[in-house]
């Protein structure tokens, strides 16, 4: 078997919508572009799609196991109305692993039918790496904390293109769940005019669940997002759920709306969380757990 010789700094094109990873197949799929370009070194590298690849849906499945992103990498689908989901006859996984040392970028992607109940962080994508998210839609993922996106020790951004709806945690953060692991590093996730909707979670943060770090909401909507739970506990937080030590920043008057939850329908503030600058709230209540 001939090896594939590739230089530093890849701009790959992918050709198949199938789960493939061979040298000698003809073809390229998306996880072997992601391989080849992270083993040629830490990038940038830029991945791109041919254009019979659109409207295609790609179905992960086949190795087993999410594409882990390692290096300074961007997944551009951008215009090609490019779906990346789960095969669901290949058991639970993730779609993406974005580890520790990746500076990462998604744009113009679907990802969708990821994680499952088998999946314990990020249904799509499960992120200790900064990434970045321009005009992406994640929709219908599920997992255990963060259905559509779990982020851990990391940076996250998404634009006004960034669509994160239907996803389902079956504990917290229905769309999107935020925690700090590492004692030296506070996550941020900034929303810049991003859409977090008809997101659920069977607890707490129904839309959004931040455990430790900043949310930074510029214009962003959150809306009918739902915490509840069949079994006759208080939820909170059906829009936002904001514990101890945490910072939710209101910048450009973002919306709170039509959210759902036993207390603080649009946004629950554990005692000592903080809340900076203005929201505007439509059919929804705030719940501050601090003294006047």
Known sequence: MEDRVVPAN?????DTELDVDGPNDGVTGLREAIRLAQEAGAGPHMITFANTMNGKVFKLGDAGTEIKLTKTITIDGLGKNITVERDATKGDISLFEVQQTAVASIIGLKLQKGGGTLVFHGGAVVSSGNLTLQDCTFQNNAASFGGGLSVTDANVTAN???VIQENTANLAGGGIYIRKVNAEFAPIVELTGATVSANTAAFTGGGIHLLNGDLRLDGALICCNNAVNNFSEATRGGGVFAADGTNVIAKNNPTIASNSAMT??????EVGAARTGTSTYVEDSEYDGNPA
């Not at 890849?10 to 992918?14: F, G, T």
């Not at 603080?264 to 503030?269: A, K, R, S, T, V």
């Open 160 to 162: 006004s293109g960034v």
């Open 264 to 269: 603080g329908d649009g946004l629950y503030l």
């Open 10 to 14: 890849l701009m790959l094109v992918v």
